[in-house]
């Protein structure tokens, strides 16, 4: 009888082993690196640096702010645009900095932090197609990336546009020079990027006015993973007390760079969106 219950006690503890979990932060520390999924696409936020080879950006510093805060070494891992959430939630990734936009829809899937950058959604196209604005779209091809937000937000915006998205900014970017569609869809900032690697035919494309969104950009974070989310928002709002977040916008944003904002139109504060 006794044996019975021994092999019961052990069969059930086998089957709760599983559940225990001990807190990320932990896990992280004992494991001596932070492993944090990037694009490695998305300059400036992370890209290939063509001197080093290695992928840097601003999401990158971000992603070293907070495992240096945790002691351990900083392990990068590049997924698609649409990967990210998933590569989160199986536990591939530990953070996911990755121009990931924080939308009430992902907010069920995993948690965010602080947000680290906030821009609009805009439309390039050719000057030749006359398109002045975004509800010119409708019975168009409009390029964009697989799996984004600014592919949810043009087919909301302009339902009637014919939506052909790639695996990621590049080849989007490329097929828009090759004519593959009328107009192409992106965030700002790699709108910019994008214009800049234009050179002399810059003349021929216009970046819309109009904003189709307003993106809040944030550090994706494993669903319910206080510890963890607490260590990283507090990473954030010490960079932003220190002054130090004011020097990361303007080392991959700011006059000096090819992106050239005049100034940061925001403050690292609020994981709250509109």
């Not at 591939?92 to 950058?117: M, P, Q, Y």
């Not at 390039?124 to 409708?138: D, E, H, V």
Request: hydrophobic fraction near 40%; proline fraction near 4%.
């Amino acid at each position: 009888m006794k044996t019975r219950f021994r092999l019961l006690a052990l069969a059930l503890i086998a089957t709760l082993a599983p559940l225990a979990h001990a807190d990320q932060v932990a896990d992280v520390k004992a494991r001596g690196e932070l492993v944090c999924g990037v694009l490695g696409t998305d300059d400036p936020f992370s890209f290939v640096d063509p001197k080093s080879r290695e992928i840097v950006g601003y999401d990158v510093d971000l992603c070293q702010a907070v495992a240096k805060k945790l002691g351990v070494k900083t392990t990068l891992k590049q997924l698609a645009v649409a990967a990210r959430v998933p590569e989160l939630q199986q536990g591939r990734v530990d953070i996911l900095a990755a121009s990931l936009t924080h939308n009430k829809e992902r907010e069920a899937l995993i948690d965010f932090s602080l947000s680290t950058f906030i821009t609009g959604q805009k439309v390039m196209t050719k000057k030749a197609s006359g398109i002045q604005q975004p509800a010119q779209l409708a019975g168009q091809k409009v390029l964009t990336v697989k799996g984004s937000t600014m592919e949810q937000n043009i087919r909301k915006l302009v339902p009637g546009a014919e939506v052909v998205s790639f695996d990621n900014s590049p080849q989007a970017f490329l097929a828009l020079q090759q004519g593959k569609g009328v107009a192409y869809v992106n965030d700002e900032t790699s709108l910019i990027d994008d214009f800049s690697k234009l050179g002399p035919a810059q003349k021929d494309y216009v970046i819309l006015p109009a904003s189709i969104s307003t993106e809040h950009l944030a550090l994706g974070l494993k669903k319910g993973e206080a510890g963890m989310k607490g260590l990283v928002d507090g990473v954030l709002r010490d960079l932003e007390r220190s002054g130090e977040a004011e020097k990361l916008f303007a080392k991959w944003f700011g006059p000096a760079t090819k992106m050239k904002f005049p100034s940061r139109p925001f403050k690292i504060e609020t994981d709250k969106i509109d």
